[in-house]
């Protein structure tokens, strides 16, 4: 893991493409700003890992037999 220090306003880049800029710091709290292409997905963690949860559910749910039955 790279770990940097920002200051509010400042930014850094990822893969020319990616920018992450600190908006405000609050306390133990840091407001972050991220500028993307439309293409690349961007989550909260916690998110991402629901999502992640939700997708292997659906794959175990759904056998090879009921996928052969459909056709």
């Known amino acids: 893991?790279?770990?940097?220090?920002?200051?509010?306003?400042?930014?850094?880049v990822i893969?020319?493409?990616?920018?992450i800029t600190v908006?405000?710091?609050?306390?133990e709290q840091v407001?972050?700003?991220i500028s993307a292409p439309?293409?690349?997905p961007v989550y909260r963690k916690e998110v991402?890992?629901?999502i992640q949860e939700s997708n292997k559910e659906a794959m175990t749910g759904a056998s090879l037999?009921?996928?052969a039955n459909l056709l």
Request: charged share 30%; no cysteine; proline share 0%.
């Open 65 to 67: 037999d009921s996928l």
């Open 38 to 40: 439309k293409e690349v």
């Open 15 to 19: 893969n020319n493409n990616i920018e």
């Open 48 to 50: 991402y890992l629901q």
């Open 23 to 27: 908006l405000e710091v609050k306390g």
């Open 1 to 12: 893991m790279l770990a940097l220090t920002r200051k509010k306003n400042e930014a850094i």
């Open 31 to 33: 407001k972050i700003g």
